[in-house]
């Protein structure tokens, strides 16, 4: 029953198509991309666009296609895709985006695919153009339609960063819960399209359809529905500006995957040209960190391409350098799992403690510095950070996860109550090539990524001392002020912007987990 359903949906389509299209009496006005659009009211009508022709200001799909096969599919994957680009270049746009998605996408498990959601929103942002945003923005609803890229990679982006209501693209076959590389019959994409845009057009009444000169996308579907057309040619997206930071409809805050740069052609190569190096640098780095003494491993470390700035406040400063000193609680932001071990550095000492709620076995057994599993139990975690702390410094990450963007995570108070005088420090760690931090990868080679950057580097600024509540707050208020207080002080030094997300929102969002990591 379903195939003969199948087949008469395609021969109603095909009928529709070319034999009442003869006897349709609207014609559809044609014209090229208008900057009068940016003018014209729009919220009482419907938006259909084109997301590569349109809207995207690149005209190549390899990059997403790269990034698809490097953060779900692995190293072997991406290779096998570089070598294969310049045949597929020779092939029609058509063959070459099958080639792409079965290289991509061929025995990658269809449940475990977050890529759409977590890796491609950040670079599909990066290559919004402004003016066609800002005309989307106008529109009463959006509908966005992607003829080459999968629904998979698509839907996330528009959806959750560009508030596009609805989202149709090409479905991607699924085998025994895998996907086999293939995507759906055109026909079948266009009559899901076709029944879409009825709908939408009983509903609505006045249809504006954005496409690209340079597709045939759909292109009898809109002129049989759309009451104006516009073509965005390649010279306008030329003189496009790029959407700003600050203009994201939702900021962009969690993203994950390994890759620091939006893989071009060009920047691919680049990449794989550095890749043996990268292996032998971070080898090498690891060993000068672990097995020789801070005295001789800091200028082995800058000299093979480490950066580490320290700033250091007054009060921190004779706090720091005090002969009294005993144990000082550091309070920092979290860019890597490397933090404490650079605030050590900074203090050129290894008697330093970190606590962290979850830790992977590896990263546990190679940190040269000593490291507590905390329980998250407030009671016992409070009596094991005051012991330590008796012991020598300790450093703490109150937000608890890690975060790459210009924000801070909200900081849990418990930090608040463990000492009297609190150190609090702000600490960047810009990426070049790779991050050394991941959400739904193995957490095991997070330092590994950040000591194959051709130049790790990181900031360390000790900021002026903040009072504890250890022994003062008897109606259980004071140590969240302190905690927010904090938190301001460090944001307001790295020029961040304080929220109130949590490590579960991250995880929720990037892993669909509540970031509970396995001792791999």
Request: hydrophobic share 40%; aromatic share 12%; charged share 20%.
């Amino acid at each position: 029953m379903p195939v003969k359903m199948s087949i008469f949906q395609s021969l109603m389509f095909l009928f529709n198509r070319f034999i009442l299209r003869r006897y349709r009496s609207h014609k559809p006005k044609y014209q090229k991309y208008p900057s009068s659009l940016l003018q014209t009211d729009l919220s009482s009508h419907t938006l259909i666009f084109h997301l590569e022709g349109a809207l995207l200001k690149s005209d190549s799909l390899f990059p997403y296609f790269m990034l698809v096969a490097f953060e779900a599919g692995g190293v072997m994957r991406s290779l096998l895709l570089f070598i294969l680009y310049p045949l597929i270049s020779l092939m029609s746009h058509e063959m070459g985006v099958k080639v792409m998605v079965f290289v991509s996408f061929f025995g990658i498990k269809k449940d475990g695919f977050r890529a759409g959601r977590a890796v491609l929103p950040k670079y599909f942002l990066e290559d919004v153009g402004l003016e066609m945003f800002k005309v989307l923005r106008r529109g009463g609803k959006r509908i966005g339609v992607s003829d080459d890229l999968p629904q998979v990679m698509v839907e996330g982006f528009l959806k959750d960063y560009l508030e596009t209501e609805v989202v149709v693209g090409r479905e991607m076959k699924v085998v025994g819960g895998y996907y086999i590389g293939i995507m759906e019959d055109k026909i079948k994409h266009d009559l899901d399209f076709d029944e879409l845009v009825r709908k939408e057009r009983l509903d609505t009444g006045h249809i504006i359809g954005i496409t690209s000169f340079n597709t045939s996308l759909h292109r009898y579907l809109f002129s049989q529905f759309c009451q104006e057309i516009y073509f965005v040619k390649k010279s306008d997206k030329r003189n496009w500006q790029t959407l700003p930071k600050d203009q994201y409809p939702k900021p962009l805050i969690f993203h994950d995957g390994r890759l620091a740069i939006k893989p071009t052609l060009m920047n691919t190569l680049v990449l794989f040209m550095w890749g043996p190096f990268a292996i032998a640098a971070a080898a090498a780095r690891l060993f000068v960190s672990l097995c020789i003494p801070y005295t001789l491993s800091i200028p082995i470390l800058g000299f093979s391409g480490c950066r580490l700035t320290v700033e250091i406040d007054d009060l921190s400063s004779q706090k720091l350098n005090s002969s009294q000193r005993k144990g000082c609680l550091f309070a920092c932001n979290h860019r890597t799992l490397l933090d404490p071990l650079y605030i050590g550095f900074s203090l050129k000492t290894k008697n330093i403690t970190t606590v962290t709620y979850s830790l992977s076995r590896v990263s546990e057994l190679l940190a040269p510095i000593k490291t507590v599993r905390l329980t998250r139990d407030r009671v016992s975690d409070g009596k094991a950070m005051k012991k330590l702390l008796s012991e020598g410094d300790l450093v703490v990450c109150p937000e608890g996860t890690t975060c790459r963007e210009p924000h801070l995570l909200r900081f849990s108070p418990l930090f608040t109550e463990i000492s009297d005088v609190i150190v609090p420090v702000a600490v960047t760690s810009p990426a070049t090539f790779f991050y050394g931090t991941t959400a739904s990868g193995l957490k095991a080679f997070d330092p590994l990524f950040f000591l194959m950057d051709p130049y790790p580097s990181y900031t360390v600024q000790f900021l002026d001392p903040v009072s504890g509540v250890s022994c003062q707050d008897p109606d259980g208020k004071l140590k969240f002020e302190v905690a927010n207080h904090v938190q301001s002080v460090i944001g307001k030094a790295l020029d961040f912007e304080c929220t109130n997300l949590t490590r579960k929102d991250k995880y929720l969002i990037l892993a669909g987990n509540n970031g509970v990591v396995k001792k791999n």
